[in-house]
């Protein structure tokens, strides 16, 4: 699925977290955010997964306006920057936890879960390690 962000603002009270972000992520591609602490990072994953609102602009899951679907129908997830691991898991357990914790029919089967953390794993080069 590809994400347009057009043209998008946001403010918190009268602070310009983002100002006027355009951006195309093509169906398939792998980005990364990079830029310094407070640079809007943070604020622009949390506006396409819907979190939060944009004051100005607009959000496409291809041509269809994101701002007409909730959170769970945006199927977005991304990494925090302070994230945590659960310690008592594997590292294929804590890459798979994610979908273990989807509802109903939005939830793989156990086998699906694994091929997926694996495949990841594989995409990272860090094949192996999925007991740890």
């Known amino acids: 699925m590809e994400v347009r962000v057009v043209n998008v603002r946001?403010?918190?009270e009268r602070f310009p977290a983002l100002h006027d972000v355009s951006l195309d992520i093509k169906s398939g591609e792998l980005i990364a955010l990079?830029?310094?602490s407070g640079s809007g990072k943070t604020t622009l994953l949390r506006l396409i997964a819907g979190l939060e609102r944009p004051t100005k602009g607009a959000i496409f899951f291809?041509?269809?306006d994101a701002s007409q679907k909730s959170i769970q129908e945006r199927n977005v997830g991304f990494v925090f920057q302070h994230y945590a691991l659960f310690r008592h898991?594997?590292?294929a357990d804590n890459i798979g936890f994610g979908l273990k914790v989807r509802h109903g029919a939005a939830r793989p089967r156990a086998q699906?879960?694994?091929r997926r953390a694996l495949e990841l794993l594989d995409l990272v080069?860090?094949?192996g390690l999925e007991k740890r």
């Open 34 to 36: 990079l830029g310094p």
């Open 89 to 91: 898991m594997t590292v």
């Open 10 to 12: 946001k403010e918190f």
């Open 112 to 114: 699906e879960i694994r």
């Open 125 to 127: 080069q860090l094949s």
């Open 62 to 64: 291809g041509e269809e």
